[in-house]
């Protein structure tokens, strides 16, 4: 059962933290968990946390507007990697992505950068849930990331959610293009 007050307060913190970081030029794109639910149109279960791909260059704004907020920095991954924040008991992730001379995006920091992500990471249109629209990851790289990063970082081994999320992707892709 899907704790609906807890999602309630995690999509108003995605609207707040989307219209912020708007207001300020800062794009940011939801990723993991949330980025398939606003794919497909509806909450599907729990979100531990509010996982996000922010630009390793706007990641002093971003810190400096997210406190501005009300969020807490959580310590964590290298700052160059990834900043976490903490909200009235919310956790948000940022992951931070750069681009490489030939464009691609890549990841920031940390032990993996200048390593590409999947191409084609960022260009899908927004998803919804309601009234409130997101910018998200592709779902076909979604996919791809769930499938991958057991494989990318041993130490992350596969969980059922992301079973579950990879086969509720495929599903509605196969949909949208037969329909």
Request: no cysteine; charged share 25%.
């Amino acid at each position: 059962m899907i704790d609906q007050e807890r999602a309630r307060r995690q999509l108003a913190l995605i609207a707040e933290v989307l219209t912020a970081a708007e207001a300020a030029g800062i794009p940011l794109w939801l990723r993991g968990g949330w980025a398939m639910d606003f794919f497909l149109g509806e909450v599907t279960r729990d979100h531990g946390d509010i996982d996000w791909f922010a630009g390793a260059r706007d990641a002093p704004a971003l810190a400096a507007l997210l406190v501005r907020l009300g969020h807490t920095p959580v310590p964590g991954p290298p700052a160059g990697l990834q900043l976490d924040f903490a909200k009235d008991g919310l956790d948000s992730s940022f992951t931070l992505i750069d681009r490489d001379a030939a464009g691609r995006v890549t990841v920031a920091g940390g032990p993996w950068a200048g390593t590409p992500w999947p191409d084609g990471l960022l260009g899908t249109e927004p998803g919804r849930i309601g009234a409130l629209r997101a910018p998200i990851v592709d779902p076909r790289v979604q996919i791809e990331i769930k499938r991958m990063m057991p494989v990318w970082d041993p130490s992350r081994p596969r969980r059922a959610k992301d079973a579950d999320d990879i086969a509720r992707l495929e599903a509605a892709l196969r949909r949208r293009t037969a329909g």
